[in-house]
């Protein structure tokens, strides 16, 4: 008998097969080493493989997929209903095998080796900036144990640098040894994200969609190349509120009847990218409000505050409307890629 559905459980070393025929009807479940997984799928028919969207789940989509065989990744948040009783590699191989072929699962789209690579480079940009903080953030503390404080921001930890290049600092000199040592791994890593920047530039002046992205006030050169190398195909999301709420920028629903409860956002999908946007939102919010203290009219503020933004501003919290922004972003972002237009400035 011909298996024509197989659930995958990828491990590092071990991966678990679990095949059905068209009746449904269990047909082999087995363990297989790393070397010799590619050669079991030789052997094998084109047959539907389905496979969880997790570490290295890309490699074997491409590698599996060049075999002849229908790979689809899926979110292994949808995986998890489908497992019975306890968690093992045969009842997640079950599990999944039962779920790629559900007429309405939704499925992540298998990336080539180049779109890894681009978005490699923004993953090792966005790990370098995380450790430059937690390094600025340690060196705070520490300076904080011998009495001296700074403000929040780059301007304060300009200050911390200058007290602890002086002479006359008043730090035992052990002290001063550790602290020099963080800083110099700072310079070290802020030279490194200075690099990454400039390949990030490079990159995104040579693609088209992310030069029309760069025209949405709230997007800059990371953020259009993140978009464009970690979102993937957005025709395949239905609008640009899927979109939104892929990115996890739209409200939770604990909805029931005729009662809509909407709460927090969900905070689902990509961390990276929905961080981005909001940040380019605080960014217009910030000269916004300088605008508007300066007596400036919206219109007259180089694009970066419409109407909607202003009056929003006016009932609600930065923060909030900062959320409100980068959904708009996200939904303006989907009509712009899938219908190829260009950004209009409007005021609604």
Not at 298 to 320: D, F, H, I, N
């Amino acid at each position: 008998m011909q298996a024509i559905t197989i659930g995958l459980d990828i491990a590092k070393n071990v991966l678990q097969v679990h095949g059905v025929e068209a009746s449904g009807a269990v047909v082999v479940r087995k363990r297989l080493s790393r070397g010799k997984t590619l050669d079991f799928f030789k052997s094998l028919s084109p047959c539907l493989v389905g496979m969880e969207a997790c570490g290295s789940a890309h490699y074997w989509g491409r590698e599996i997929t060049a075999l002849g065989h229908e790979t689809r990744l899926i979110p292994p948040v949808y995986v998890k209903p489908y497992v019975k009783r306890s968690k093992t590699d045969a009842a997640d191989a079950a599990a999944i095998c039962e779920a790629v072929d559900r007429p309405h699962m939704r499925f992540v789209p298998v990336k080539s080796e180049q779109a890894q690579a681009v978005a490699l480079i923004y993953k090792t940009r966005g790990l370098l900036v995380a450790q430059r903080t937690a390094l600025a953030n340690a060196l705070r503390s520490h300076l904080s144990e011998f009495g001296i404080i700074a403000a929040k921001g780059p301007e304060g930890l300009a200050r911390l640098l200058a007290v602890l290049g002086s002479e006359d600092s008043g730090l035992p000199e052990l002290a001063c040894e550790g602290l020099n040592a963080m800083v110099d791994t700072m310079a070290a890593m802020q030279k490194q994200i200075a690099q990454l920047d400039a390949r990030i530039a490079k990159t995104v002046r040579s693609d088209a969609t992310c030069r029309r992205l760069l025209a949405v006030p709230t997007i800059g050169p990371v953020a259009a190349g993140s978009l464009v190398a970690l979102a993937g195909d957005l025709a395949r999301f239905r609008s640009g509120r899927d979109f939104a709420a892929w990115l996890g920028l739209t409200p939770r629903q604990d909805s029931s009847g005729d009662k809509v409860r909407l709460g927090r956002i969900t905070k689902a999908g990509d961390k990276g990218l929905r961080t981005l946007l909001v940040m380019g939102a605080l960014s217009v919010i910030r000269h916004a409000r300088g605008d508007a203290a300066k007596g400036i009219k919206p219109q007259a503020s180089a694009g970066r505050a419409s109407e909607w933004l202003t009056k929003m501003l006016e009932r609600r919290p930065p923060l909030v409307v900062a959320v409100a922004l980068a959904a708009k972003t996200a939904r303006i972002v989907w009509a712009m890629i899938t219908r190829g237009e260009e950004y209009r400035l409007t005021d609604a």
